[in-house]
């Protein structure tokens, strides 16, 4: 199968999004299928607003159906609601193409904390947006229900994964810190709710692994805490290993993929009881503990089971994830082809 995947968020960015749709793509190519990647960077970009670091395509409709015609696709899905998923909508609602959608970000709780945009009108676009798929892919249970209430349909299951030969066990000492070692690995900006943790008055040491558009305003605020900035896989997931607990702050996040790596460390994971947390840690509480408290999440959490929260990591492959993602796929067959011309 010829599959075209168009999506906003891409490399050079990290984030959860990219490391998705780069293991889904390395394991469909595994499986013998053609892949088609287009992100912004094969555009004009100008700075997203309030994210400069993030880079959006500039009218990319006309270079887009090109490029989405010369490929040829059999399938097409629309991973991002940005300037490309839309060009990508209007393109294959032209046409008459069936397409898939996922539902990666909780855009409307962030576009509330930004721009203060209520939080209802920004849902009747992503209903508008998502409602002509055929298939709205959604990482957990909890998400899905939490749309549903919203009147969103056709949703499908497509989980997550972990690469647990890079996140392993190792020797801890590899991090000379006063210990217990609270970590946060992610993007350092304010919709990840991370001052919720640097506020915390804890024992040994608060370290932050990432860079955004916060982290100097954080390291300043926040001296006390160590921030280590980027790092390359190598090293991120010997810092992942030495902690004592991961810490997961974040209130708006769909799933978490940094949980999962946090386990297959043999790390314990406090957090909020929503969405993500509450699907990977809730049926499981000897792998962490969630808490409106966050303080006493993560005093919960400290101490649990290493060879249990590897234990769970251990369930979930790209593999299987992969395999979810082509199951949901619409393809677009010959007679839609047809019709469409």
């Not at 968020?9 to 287009?38: C, D, F, S, Y």
Request: net charge neutral.
């Amino acid at each position: 199968m010829r599959i075209m995947i168009v999506s906003d968020a891409w490399h050079p960015q990290v984030n959860g999004v990219v490391r998705t749709l780069t293991k889904t793509r390395e394991g469909l190519e595994a499986m013998g299928h053609v892949v088609e990647l287009i992100g912004p960077g094969e555009f004009r970009t100008m700075p997203c607003p309030t994210y400069p670091e993030i880079e959006l395509a500039l009218l990319p409709y006309r270079g887009l159906a090109r490029k989405i015609d010369a490929f040829a696709p059999d399938a097409i899905h629309i991973a991002t609601e940005g300037p490309l998923g839309l060009a990508a909508r209007r393109y294959c609602t032209r046409r008459g193409y069936a397409f898939t959608t996922a539902y990666h970000t909780k855009f409307p709780e962030y576009v509330a904390e930004r721009a203060r945009l209520p939080i209802n009108w920004s849902y009747a676009f992503m209903r508008w947006f998502h409602g002509g798929s055929s298939a709205v892919m959604v990482a957990t249970n909890s998400l899905a229900d939490s749309l549903r209430e919203r009147g969103f349909r056709n949703l499908r299951t497509w989980s997550r994964g972990v690469d647990v030969e890079r996140f392993r066990p190792r020797d801890k000492s590899i991090l000379d810190l006063p210990r217990p070692i609270h970590l946060y690995a992610g993007r350092v900006v304010v919709d990840k709710n991370i001052e919720a943790f640097l506020k915390l008055d804890l024992p040994g040491t608060k370290l932050v692994v990432g860079i955004g558009p916060q982290l100097e305003e954080y390291r300043t605020k926040y001296p006390e805490a160590v921030f280590a900035g980027y790092l390359e896989n190598g090293a991120l997931a010997g810092y992942f290993a030495a902690a004592d607990v991961f810490v997961f702050p974040s209130l708006t996040d769909t799933f978490g993929l940094v949980l999962l790596e946090a386990l297959a460390s043999g790390v314990p994971v406090a957090a909020y009881p929503v969405t993500g947390p509450l699907d990977v840690i809730g049926p499981h509480p000897e792998v962490g503990c969630l808490d409106a408290d966050l303080g006493r999440a993560i005093a919960g959490a400290l101490g649990k089971s290493p060879e249990a929260c590897r234990a769970l990591a251990l369930e979930y492959s790209w593999e299987a994830c992969t395999r979810q993602f082509l199951g949901n796929l619409a393809p677009i067959t010959p007679i839609q082809a047809q019709q469409a011309a």
